[in-house]
Nanobody, 129 residues
Framework: VQLQACGGGLVQAGGSLSLSCAASGRTISSYHMGWFRQAPGKEREFVAAISWSGGSTNYADSVKGRFTISRDNAKNTVYLQMNSLKPEDTAVYYC???????????????????????WGQGTQVTVSS
C-alpha cells in the first residue's frame, strides 16, 4: 500500500485544516488507519485512528473534541479534520495503515505505531499564535 498525505499548511491558532490520505496499490478496506505526528525535536506520537469499517475511532487526549478522523473506503481515502488548532499542534502529520486479519478486525484501532505496516511521507502543519 502506498499512502499519500496532503492538506497541510499554515494556519492561525483557532483555525481549521483538513488532511487527507489517499491510498493506492491495494484497497484499505482491510486496514485500520491511523494519523500520527512528529514535532521538531520530539518523538512521533499517536493522533487518531479508525477501524477498517469506520465504526470505531481512537483519539489522543490532546486532540479529543477538536480532531475528527473519518474514511471513505470507496475512495480509498482517510481524512483528519482538525479544528480549534493550537500552536502545539504544529508537526509533520503522517498517515499509516495497519492490516487486520481475522479476529484482529474486531479489535479497536491501534494507538501503537509499531503495529502499523505502511506509512505515508508526511505533510507539514504549522499553527501560528
Amino acid at each position: 500500500v502506498q499512502l499519500q498525505a496532503c492538506g497541510g499548511g499554515l494556519v492561525q491558532a483557532g483555525g481549521s485544516l483538513s488532511l487527507s490520505c489517499a491510498a493506492s496499490g491495494r484497497t484499505i478496506s482491510s486496514y485500520h488507519m491511523g494519523w500520527f505526528r512528529q514535532a521538531p525535536g520530539k518523538e512521533r506520537e499517536f493522533v487518531a485512528a479508525i477501524s477498517w469499517s469506520g465504526g470505531s475511532t481512537n483519539y489522543a487526549d490532546s486532540v479529543k473534541g477538536r480532531f475528527t478522523i473519518s474514511r471513505d473506503n470507496a475512495k480509498n481515502t482517510v481524512y483528519l479534520q482538525m479544528n480549534s488548532l493550537k500552536p502545539e499542534d504544529t508537526a509533520v502529520y503522517y498517515c499509516a495503515a495497519d492490516r487486520v486479519i481475522g479476529v484482529e478486525a474486531a479489535l479497536p484501532p491501534n494507538k501503537d505505531q509499531s503495529r502499523y505496516d505502511y506509512w505515508g511521507q508526511g505533510t507539514q502543519v504549522t499553527v501560528s499564535s
